[in-house]
Each structure stands twice: as C-alpha cells, then as structure tokens.
C-alpha cells in the first residue's frame, strides 16, 4: 500500500473513538429531547442496528430500511428489529403515520440530488408521527467523509484532482464522496417545515444539524403530533 493510502487509514482508525463518542452522545440527546419510550414503533432509514444497542435505549420495535444487498443484521439486542429492503425515497407498502417514529443518521447527504432529498424529507415526514433526521453540517474543521480539514471550501479543481487520485485506490470509497451532497441549517428546515432544527456542538463549532418533530402522547396512550 501506498503511504498515502497507509496514512488515510491510519487516520480513519484514529477517527473511530471520537466518531463512536459522538454517536453515543446524540443517541442519548434523543432519548432526552424526543420522548422515546419503551414499546414505541421506530423505522430507521438507511441505518444499521448498531446504533441502537445501547443500554440506556428502552427495548423498541424498530425497522430497518435500506437498499438491498446493504442490510446488517443484529442477532443480539434488547429491541425487536424488523429488516426491510426498498427506497428511502421512495417508502413503498407504508402507509401515513404508520410509525411513532421515522430516524436517520447520517443518510439524507448520500441519497443523491436535491429533488431525491425532498423526497426522503417528504418520506420521513409522511410516514411518523415524529422524525429525528440528522446530517453533518460544513462547517466542522474535519469533514466527515473524507478525513480532509475544510474539504467542502476548496476549489472544485483541487476537490476533482484530489478524487482522481483517490479513485484508482478505493472507488467505492471514492464514489461515496463524490455522491455526497451537503445540506446547510436553513436548506434542511425548507425541507422539514414543522420541524425543530437541532445543532449539534463540539468546541462551539457546528458538527451537525438535526431535523426533529416529537410525537406527543396524550393522557389515554395515544400518539400524535406535537
């Protein structure tokens, strides 16, 4: 390997800790801001189950959706998972309001163009009662993906030159970044018009945006929107 290819993932594995950090700690925000309870019917769009495992998460009947041929499956857990295949742009099968719950971490960025976001905003929004949809914002100084310090402010023929050298290696990797679209605070609260819109912090600087609409519980035990 290449020292350059050695030292990109050197970097990723000193990126795991912090990354796993982060994913706990917005875990926990939603269980405090969106009144999760156990029982509650979640639909993970694009997610894996890992996200969910852990303990302080009341047991929740969660299902997974992704496209095929991406889905992971957990064997252990205190939740009951269900695993379907299909477009979170396209929810086909699910009619409106059928889950407590619609989440996403880190997927809206990687669905495709602008008109495919709207669809899976219009998706999360049709098919819970709440939402939680979360996506990186530009302005942390390490961009998510690729590792590099400020990648989305450098000049598009540097950002090209860079992905060409970048794809003989990892093309997968290197298809990923270049389908990678971005979306800034007030992009994301066009797109979620009822929601909240959450910034997650780290040192002061943005690290994320979160879109989020709780599902009240009325005194009978009834959902319904906030």
């Avoid at 969106?34 to 302080?56: K, T």
């Avoid at 905003?121 to 690729?146: M, N």
């Amino acid at each position: 390997m290449e020292l350059r290819y050695a030292r990109f993932h050197a970097f990723t594995q000193l990126l795991r800790p912090f990354s796993a950090w982060a994913r706990r700690r917005r875990m926990a925000t939603l269980l405090r801001i969106a009144r999760v309870r156990e029982g509650m019917s979640v639909l993970d769009l694009g997610g894996a189950p890992q996200i969910w495992n852990y303990p302080f998460i009341p047991s929740l009947n969660i299902t997974i959706l992704n496209l095929p041929g991406k889905i992971e499956k957990s064997s252990e857990s205190q939740h009951r998972f269900r695993y379907l295949e299909g477009d979170a742009c396209r929810v086909e099968g699910v009619a409106d309001q059928s889950f407590d719950f619609v989440f996403s971490n880190s997927v809206i960025e990687h669905v495709g163009d602008a008109e495919r976001q709207l669809a899976f905003a219009r998706e999360a929004r049709r098919v819970g009662k709440g939402y939680w949809i979360q996506t990186p914002a530009v302005w942390f100084p390490i961009e998510a993906h690729t590792g590099m310090p400020f990648w989305w402010f450098y000049p598009e023929s540097l950002k090209k030159a860079l992905i060409e050298r970048w794809r003989a290696k990892l093309p997968v990797w290197t298809e990923m970044i270049e389908t990678t679209r971005v979306i800034g605070r007030s992009d994301l609260a066009k797109m979620f018009p009822d929601a909240t819109i959450l910034v997650e912090r780290v040192s002061g600087i943005p690290k994320s945006y979160t879109a989020y609409r709780i599902p009240v519980i009325d005194p009978r035990g009834q959902r319904d929107q906030a």
